[in-house]
């Protein structure tokens, strides 16, 4: 069952009102580092929107405001939880314009983070990084907090001598002052505000630069080599992305500086890109793994995001879904159309998943607690493969037109998404309500479930195309056109049909028995497909198909019991050109899992290509067989691939193999790029069932060990330990951690043991908690275990009942003996 996107205490939100037009945000700053505090003046200049405006506000969260002055007068003002109230000491005319200098100082919870080091972490860099999106700036220096304003603005920092500052736009000036050196940066180009952008720390600047445009990156000291191997491609991919738009890149440089402990893979501040230093690739990393994406995704958004942003979240895939899409287009243009389809298959698992496990929503809702609730899989990934579905349906000639069209008519603007579908229309002609009604406001996606048929005396192919969605008032049919490709031995010709009713019936002439028919071969429409057709054409497929054809026939040839099916699955695994089609068929023979399906894939764990490499290891998992056992744990020990390695120990998990438990604690001794070895271990933990591994999962969820393997230990111990109130207080504990993703993992970890004990846990920290994302893992737990609770009561409840049945039928069935006894003792 899918549950509700809207939890309790989600309200609709619109776009906000505003009394006044914000045009520009000086800040001026001094970093404490040592006591992780701000003092700043922050001169604010606005513009009444009508006439009389005396009162304003501010958002502000924690600032300790000292005074407010207006064009240099004192006035009065007091604040609240949230605002900064500001009697400007008369009214303005529509029109005129103000300075409103603000000094204040703060030791932020949110949006302004300083790292130091301390005796768990005895090597962290000393460091402070903001983080505006969504509205977190407020926490830091008072604004208009909200994406429907664009302001220019200018950052002067104060930090100390050794350190840098960097920020948004060109920088104007550096020089010595008692003690500090002082950064001035200024932002020319209009943005909204949670785009403003401050790091300090201390870097190795590296020199980049592409058709006159300084490109820049900043990492640690020491790893100059990673940060040229992490970011080489940016130039490229900004004339890509400047040549596909047809729209230059619009600030005066580019640059990317990987933080510590950055609490999101990357954030895309206008022209200084803010990521997490553990996207930084390592040489072993760099053998199978590249952050080409996140680099790509961090730097369209300078165009969907920053030049043209979202007026209200709820419209925020017109930020995360482009960017999602287009760093799939970078993909393509890099590494080839394979490797696109792939890219669109992991988009489309992604957002399945979220869709079985969490929930289902319209991309474009109101209905909400937070805004961070928002950026999900139905954002970033089902909005991206809506914009490919839009592509097709448009036509490649006239998407692009609508794109460039919409960049050009909203660039320096805040749009919503009937902006977007109005600058689509203007430019193609075309009417586009109903396709936006079906795929952007309503949840869901279409389920096809196809039949083939052959008339070999009409020479006729007949498809049947159903839509299999469950009909509610927000999920519909959709009205999509679809591709068909019949193949026969003299070529493939291709039609293209409109799915629009329960049923539709499809009929093709052809000469011959196709040797096979596909349908949507080039995996435009986001939907789900269940195709019947002859297992010979999904052989024919496997071996001669395109991309996705050749996907999606390993996934089909997985429910075959064809005698035909293993050795053809087994000849992709070792023999198929592109790698994603290997990794595909080993995955389906570990869906056979039968015998022979076993000993062919124990003859694939060499294959040359890691990726697909680590796909076997995945697949050997299926297997409870110690061969399967033996050839993890030799993988396990030695790969030249981290995730290899780390697959491997997933799966050792998976497989109950008597050496499970001892190679695993063994494999915690392993270093690795992001923690993905000691991640597989946990999660082979978590397979394995083993409640012998509590102990190591307690130590290694401590504060001091590396976050990511403490997150994963933690989702572990949601696993192992059901009943254990020892296990349930250790996690409620750490829902108060330091680290935003072990707060996280544990409310995941208490969803999963449904234990009521957990709840007052759960409720304290709701109502502490700050970031949204943990807020909404809270509240799904606690939905979860409350659900989990009312399910067993009603199941009390239905057993209860049975007795009582049981009873009255057993008092019912006693008195009719009775009364009989009585007769025939009368009869005697």
Excluded at 179 to 199: A, D, K, M, N, T
Aim: some cysteine; aromatic content about 10%.
């Amino acid at each position: 069952m899918v549950n509700k996107f809207a939890l309790p205490g989600s309200r609709p939100h619109y776009t906000r009102d505003r009394t006044y037009d914000s045009k520009h945000v000086k800040l001026d700053l001094t970093f404490d580092l040592e006591r992780g505090r701000v003092h700043g003046k922050a001169y604010n200049t606005l513009a009444a929107i009508n006439d009389g405006l005396r009162h304003i506000e501010f958002d502000q969260v924690g600032l300790v405001i000292e005074s407010v002055r207006v064009d240099g007068r004192d006035c009065g003002f007091y604040t609240t939880d949230e605002k900064l109230h500001v009697d400007l000491g008369r009214p303005l005319r529509e029109g005129e314009e103000v300075t409103v200098e603000i000094q204040y100082w703060a030791e932020p919870r949110k949006g302004l983070y300083f790292i130091r080091p301390d005796g768990a972490y005895p090597n962290r860099q000393v460091q402070a990084w903001s983080q505006g999106e969504d509205e977190d700036n407020r926490f830091w220096f008072p604004c208009f907090d909200s994406p429907n304003d664009r302001i220019t603005s200018e950052l002067i920092a104060r930090v100390p001598q050794g350190f840098q500052a960097i920020s948004n736009g060109r920088l104007l000036d550096v020089r010595a002052e008692d003690g500090y050196v002082i950064y001035h940066w200024v932002q020319e180009v209009p943005h909204v505000s949670y785009l403003i952008s401050v790091v300090v720390g201390r870097f190795s600047e590296l020199r980049d630069e592409v058709d006159g445009i300084p490109v820049l990156y900043y990492v640690p000291r020491g790893r100059e080599e990673d940060g040229w191997r992490t970011f080489r491609r940016t130039t490229e991919m900004l004339r890509f992305y400047s040549e596909r738009l047809d729209y230059r890149y619009p600030y005066p440089k580019y640059a990317q500086v990987a933080v510590e402990e950055f609490i999101y893979g990357g954030m895309e501040n206008t022209s200084a890109t803010t990521l997490t230093d553990r996207a930084l690739l390592d040489e072993r990393a760099a053998i199978d793994h590249d952050s080409e994406s996140l680099v790509a995704h961090e730097l369209v958004h300078q165009w969907f995001g920053d030049l043209i942003t979202c007026k209200h979240w709820s419209h925020a895939w017109l930020n995360e879904g482009f960017a999602t899409y287009f760093e799939n287009l970078w993909v393509e243009h890099s590494k080839g159309h394979d490797e696109f389809i792939k890219a669109i298959f992991d988009d489309q698992e992604a957002y399945f998943k979220e869709l079985s496990e969490r929930y289902s929503r319209p991309i474009v809702t109101r209905n909400y607690e937070s805004p961070a609730e928002l950026f999900d899989r139905h954002l970033y990934q089902k909005a991206g493969l809506v914009l490919h579905t839009l592509r097709f349906y448009l036509g490649d000639e006239q998407f692009w037109k609508g794109i460039r069209h919409y960049v050009k008519k909203y660039a320096g603007q805040s749009v919503d998404t009937d902006d977007f579908r109005k600058a689509l229309e203007e430019a193609t002609g075309r009417s586009l309500e109903e396709f936006f009604e079906q795929w952007f406001y309503r949840p869901g996606h279409p389920e096809f479930k196809v039949h083939y048929s052959w008339d070999e005396q009409a020479k006729m192919v007949t498809l049947t195309v159903e839509q299999t969605q469950k009909i509610t008032g927000d999920t519909g049919l959709y009205n999509i056109p679809v591709e068909v490709a019949v193949v026969t031995s003299t070529g493939r010709r291709t039609y293209r049909v409109t799915c629009n009713d329960r049923f539709n019936v499809f009929t093709f002439p052809v000469d011959e028995r196709p040797l096979t028919v596909t349908f949507d071969p080039d995996e435009w429409v986001l939907k789900g497909l269940e195709f019947e057709k002859p297992t010979q054409m999904w052989l024919y497929d496997l071996r001669h198909g395109r991309t996705g054809e050749r996907i999606r026939a390993a996934r089909a040839l997985a429910r075959s019991v064809d005698p035909r099916v293993v050795p053809a699955l087994q000849g992709a695994v070792l023999h198929d050109p592109f790698w994603g089609v290997q990794g595909e068929a080993a995955l389906a023979l570990g869906r056979i899992g039968t015998e022979q399906a076993l000993q062919a894939l124990l003859q694939c764990t060499d294959i040359p290509n890691p990726r697909a490499r680590r796909m076997v290891m995945q697949a050997l998992g299926e297997f409870r067989d110690e061969r399967a056992a033996e050839a993890l744990i030799a993988k396990l020990e030695k790969d030249v691939s981290y995730f290899v390695e780390a697959e491997a120990a997933r799966s050792l998990g998976k497989t109950r193999s008597k050496r499970a438990f001892e190679r695993l604690s063994a494999a915690l001794a392993k270093e690795s790029f992001q923690e993905v070895i000691r991640v597989g271990v946990f999660d082979g933990f978590m397979h394995l069932g083993d409640k012998a591994a509590i102990p190591l999962c307690k130590e290694w969820s401590s504060y001091g060990r590396p976050r990511e393997a403490r997150a994963a230990a933690v989702r572990c111990l949601g696993k192992l330990g059901e009943g254990s109130l020892e296990v349930v207080e250790y996690l409620s504990g750490l829902l108060k951690d330091y680290h935003v993703t072990v707060r996280m993992a544990a409310a995941e970890a208490l969803k999963a043991l449904r234990d009521e004990r957990a709840l007052p846990h759960l409720e304290a920290q709701l109502n502490r908690e700050l970031d949204g994302r943990v807020r909404r893992r809270i509240r799904e737990a606690i939905e979860a275990i409350k659900e989990g609770s009312r399910a067993q009561l009603e199941q009390l409840r239905e057993e209860v009942e049975k007795i009582r049945e049981e009873n009255r039928r057993l008092k019912s069935a006693l008195a009719r003996i009775e009364a009989q006894l009585s007769a025939r003792q009368g009869q005697t």
